[in-house]
């Protein structure tokens, strides 16, 4: 969760707190959904990550499999969508 996290608030470029609200990452980002309303799945933020989806860009060059399976986690379960 902690790495997760970390790159959901500044490791990634761009970060994705700059455009989603996330309240355990403190995000208030005003561009992309608001994750704690929208409580996507992990498969559901993955599949965004690789592949972009409207303004987001695919982030597949630029992160390892790895980080973003830690991303799509932390998103999933800090937005209430982990089941």
């Known amino acids: ?4 996290k970390k790159l ?3 490791s990634a470029v761009p970060a994705c707190a700059v455009c989603h609200t996330l309240k355990d ?3 208030t980002g ?3 959904p608001v994750l704690d309303e929208l409580k996507p799945d992990a498969s559901r933020v993955a599949k965004a990550l690789r592949d972009g989806l ?3 860009p695919s982030y597949k060059t630029m992160l390892t499999e790895d980080q973003i399976a830690a991303l799509s ?3 999933a379960k ?3 969508g982990a089941k």
């Open 1 to 4: 969760m902690a790495l997760g």
């Open 8 to 10: 959901f608030t500044q």
């Open 25 to 27: 990452a403190g995000s």
């Open 30 to 32: 005003e561009v992309g």
């Open 54 to 56: 409207g303004q987001m």
């Open 73 to 75: 986690l932390y998103v």
């Open 78 to 80: 800090a937005s209430g």
